[in-house]
């Protein structure tokens, strides 16, 4: 599975757009990228996931440029609620019986 | 999105005492389902993979004989840590793959808080 490289922790503040970078230089071809947000004492939860150029949902953006060699994930107008780790996971869709692997995420910090 | 149901959200047990912990995936079929590990302030770790009607398996350096993992059923899967001890105090998290989606996306549970005294 292709490793994954983001920062540790990031600042924000209410209503700034906050755009998490995570690096994937050696991902495969059948590889996706997949965004997921974990808070405090709770399981983790599927942000947005995507394979190439631009996904969007209700939640967030997923921006990926055409190596994709890296993606980054943009959160419009963050609030407080927003504060949690944020983990970028890389490895080929259905996969069936494989575990995703976790790395280190980054730890987003909203600020009033 | 898919459904996974985890419990119970939090026990204390006392040292030697064994604990189950279930994982249910209430919409959809799971013919695998995933244990993690998470200490504070840590990524969670993945301890072992559940499969449906055979033995787990387990990540190097897990001892399958204190995590005993049993999937009887396509939406059931359940952790027992037995003879817990106070180093097994930890946030355990289940999840599990909707396999009727054409994409891996894991769906986790809420987890469990266990303390062991």
């Known amino acids: 599975l292709a490793k994954t490289t983001q920062p540790i922790s990031m600042d924000s503040y209410e209503g700034q757009e906050v755009n998490i970078t995570c690096s994937h230089n050696n991902i495969a071809t059948n590889d996706y990228i997949t965004w997921y947000q974990q808070f405090p004492s709770q399981g983790p939860r599927f942000i947005i996931q995507?394979?190439?150029t631009k996904v969007t949902n209700e939640v967030a953006s997923l921006f990926i440029p055409a190596d994709r060699k890296s993606s980054t994930l943009s959160l419009p107008r963050v609030s407080l609620s927003d504060t949690a780790v944020y983990y970028c996971?890389?490895?080929?869709?259905?996969?069936?019986?494989?575990?995703?692997?976790f790395g280190s995420g980054t730890r987003l910090q909203v600020q009033p | 999105g898919a459904v996974v149901s985890q419990h119970p959200s939090w026990v204390i047990c006392k040292s030697g005492t064994s604990v189950k912990i279930e994982c249910r995936s209430l919409?959809?079929?799971?013919?695998?389902m995933f244990w993690y590990r998470q200490f504070p302030k840590q990524s969670l770790m993945l301890m072992a993979t559940?499969?449906?009607?055979?033995?787990?398996?387990?990540e190097q350096g897990v001892e399958k004989d204190k995590f005993l993992i049993n999937h009887a059923s396509l939406t059931l899967s359940t952790l027992t840590v037995t003879s817990a001890h106070p180093e097994d105090s930890s946030f355990y998290i289940c999840?599990?793959?909707?396999?009727?989606?054409?994409?891996?996306?894991?769906?986790f549970g809420a987890g469990t808080r266990l303390s062991v005294l």
């Open positions: 996971l890389v490895g080929p869709m259905d996969t069936g019986r494989r575990a995703l692997t």
């Open positions: 995507g394979y190439k």
């Open positions: 999840s599990a793959r909707d396999g009727g989606l054409a994409k891996n996306i894991q769906y």
């Open positions: 919409d959809f079929q799971a013919t695998t």
């Open positions: 559940s499969n449906e009607g055979s033995k787990a398996t387990y």
